[in-house]
């Protein structure tokens, strides 16, 4: 497959049309699969904020000098106030914020980027990202697949990667149970999330900080002859991670 970054895209703003903007710099084809960075999606969707939007209650006030006093850094408690009025359930407040979106994303502080905002505090991750990916895939030509991507780091693992949180056109993963390896044995549980294995390829390609292209196009992939399922966060039931994590204390 080819991937390559849509070239000379501008500041998004609030009320940008991203689907004409990269309908007007790339031929697309209907089996294209367009990756678009969440940065840029809640840019369109006006979603930032400043510091002062979030006078901090007692809660957020009690995690600041919790992480203070871990840290040795100060901590505002008004972005902690942001982080816990954007999301639906805080899966441990120490040594940093653990949290779920309400679209069942888990990721530290919310999702919230402090960088690359240039005209306010905070940048928040998508309300709805498979909509606004939705909305993105509906109104480009021929209708590609749209990804909407962010950067997380992983348990167990140093560094970050691209990672898939919204979605459209395409299924989130591959399923290949049923199906047989090369010695025949039939696979018992193999399902392949395969928007966060292009996400991860995407993000070679769009690189990070202040050189960085928000969309790429991934060109000449396959989904091939296989059922597709969009379970892709897992819920508390059967997430033991996080059932563990319920019960752990941080022990400093």
Request: hydrophobic share 40%; net charge negative.
């Amino acid at each position: 497959m080819e991937l390559f970054a849509v070239p000379d895209l501008p500041e998004i703003r609030e009320g940008d049309d991203l689907a004409a903007m990269i309908a007007d710099r790339v031929d697309l084809r209907e089996d294209d699969v367009v990756c678009v960075a969440s940065t840029v999606v809640s840019k369109a969707e006006g979603r930032t904020a400043d510091l002062d939007d979030f006078p901090p209650g007692p809660r957020a006030t009690e995690i600041a000098r919790n992480l203070e006093e871990i840290s040795g850094d100060e901590k505002d408690p008004r972005f902690a106030q942001a982080v816990l009025e954007n999301c639906t359930d805080v899966v441990m407040a120490e040594p940093f914020i653990l949290t779920e979106a309400p679209f069942g994303h888990v990721s530290v502080n919310a999702g919230i980027d402090r960088s690359n905002v240039p005209d306010h505090d905070l940048l928040l991750l998508p309300e709805r990202p498979s909509e606004s990916a939705g909305h993105v895939h509906e109104s480009l030509p021929e209708s590609p697949p749209v990804l909407v991507t962010d950067t997380a780091g992983r348990s167990f693992r140093h560094g970050q990667r691209a990672l898939t949180i919204g979605w459209a056109g395409m299924p989130a993963s591959r399923d290949w149970r049923g199906e047989t390896d090369r010695d025949g044995h039939e696979l018992q549980v193999t399902v392949q999330s395969v928007v966060d294995e292009l996400a991860g390829a995407a993000n070679l390609v769009s690189g990070e900080g202040d050189g960085g292209d928000p969309v790429v196009i991934v060109r000449d992939w396959e989904f091939g002859d296989h059922d597709g399922s969009d379970n892709l966060f897992r819920e508390m039931r059967g997430d033991f991670v996080r059932q563990a994590l319920r019960v752990w204390e941080f022990d400093q």
